[in-house]
C-alpha cells in the first residue's frame, strides 16, 4: 500500500536530537488568511508547546492551537516589541527546557522574515531547527488581485525588494530596478513611497510606468490602487491605504482593469 505522506511525522533537522531538548520551527503563516496555510505549517503549529508570533499573525491562525504559550515578539515600523537579538535568544532558552518552540512568521521565513538569522542562533547552540515555507505576501497579492508577476508579453523576471536595509536606512539602490520587462515588489515601503518614487523617476525610470499599492492582502480589508510611478502618491495621499502594504510596479500591473472586469454573462441561444 502506498505509504499517505500527510501521516508522516516532522523529522528533525540540522542538528540532531538530543534527549530532552526541544526543537525549534520556523514556520511561514502566510498573509493572514488560515486557508492559506500549508499542511505541514498547520501539524507544525497544532504540535506546539510555544509560539512566539509576529505582528501580522492573525487571530484565526493562532486559534488553531489554543492550548500552546503565546509569546508576541511583532514588530512595527520603528516599533519591536523585543529585539532581534533577545528573540534569539528566546527561542534557544525555550528549546533547552525541552519545548517544541514555533517561530510563526508572516508570509515566509527566509523572505524578509530574518528566519535566516534566526537558524543561525538556534543551530548554534546544537538545538534541532527547521523551516517550513509560507506563501510570502509577492504571491499571495498576485493572486488575491489579479496581477500576475510574470507574462510572457509584459514581464520575464521578477525582484522583490524591501523598502528599508535595516532600521531607519530606506534602500535606495534604484539603478537596479530600471530593467524594462521585470516587475518589482516592494516590501514594507509604504513610508517611503515619496522618496521611492522620486529616486525612481530621477533614476530614468519612465514616469507612466504602471504601480500598484495593495493594502492587508488577502484579507476581509483588502484594498488596491492603481496608477503609474508618476501619479501613484497624489493618489496615495487622497486614499490613505494603511499599512501592512505590498507595492507591485511593472507592465503587469495594467492587466489589474482587464483581469477585474465584471463577469460578463451571455443570453442562452
Known amino acids: 500500500m502506498k505509504e499517505n505522506r500527510f501521516d508522516l511525522p516532522i523529522t528533525p533537522r540540522h542538528a540532531k536530537a538530543v534527549q530532552n531538548q526541544g526543537k525549534v520551527y520556523l514556520v511561514g503563516a ?14 507544525a503549529i497544532l504540535k506546539a ?46 528549546a533547552k527546557q525541552g519545548k517544541i518552540v514555533i517561530r510563526l512568521k508572516s508570509g515566509d521565513p527566509f523572505i524578509f522574515g530574518r ?20 506563501i510570502t505576501t509577492a504571491l499571495a497579492v498576485a493572486n488575491s488581485v489579479n496581477i500576475p508577476l510574470t507574462h510572457r508579453d509584459y514581464a520575464q523576471s521578477v525582484k522583490f525588494v524591501t523598502g528599508f536595509l535595516k532600521t531607519d536606512t530606506p534602500n535606495e ?15 514594507m ?26 493594502s492587508n492582502v488577502s484579507r476581509d480589508n483588502e484594498q488596491v490602487l492603481v496608477g503609474t510611478l508618476s501619479t501613484i502618491q497624489a493618489l496615495q495621499n487622497d ?23 465584471p463577469t460578463l454573462t451571455y443570453a442562452a441561444l
Do not use: R
Open 239 to 261: 486614499a490613505k491605504l494603511p499599512s501592512p502594504a505590498v507595492m507591485i510596479m511593472g507592465d503587469v500591473v495594467s492587466l489589474y482593469h482587464q483581469l477585474n472586469a
Open 30 to 43: 502566510g498573509t493572514g488568511d488560515p486557508e492559506l496555510l500549508t499542511i505541514k505549517a498547520y501539524k
Open 115 to 134: 528566519g535566516g538569522e534566526e537558524m543561525q542562533t538556534v543551530v548554534s547552540a546544537g538545538i534541532a531547527c527547521e523551516s517550513i515555507a509560507g
Open 189 to 214: 515601503g509604504l513610508n517611503t513611497l515619496p522618496s521611492l518614487t522620486q529616486g525612481l523617476l530621477q533614476a530614468g525610470k519612465s514616469a507612466d510606468t504602471p504601480f500598484a499599492i495593495i
Open 173 to 187: 539602490q534604484f539603478a537596479e530596478l530600471l530593467t524594462d520587462n521585470q516587475t518589482v515588489v516592494f516590501y
Open 49 to 94: 508547546d510555544v509560539i512566539c508570533y509576529d505582528n501580522l499573525v492573525s487571530d484565526e491562525i493562532l486559534a488553531i492551537n489554543p492550548t500552546a504559550e503565546k509569546i508576541y515578539v511583532g514588530k512595527k515600523c520603528a516599533k519591536h516589541s523585543m529585539p532581534q537579538q533577545d528573540i534569539n535568544g528566546l527561542l534557544v532558552t525555550l
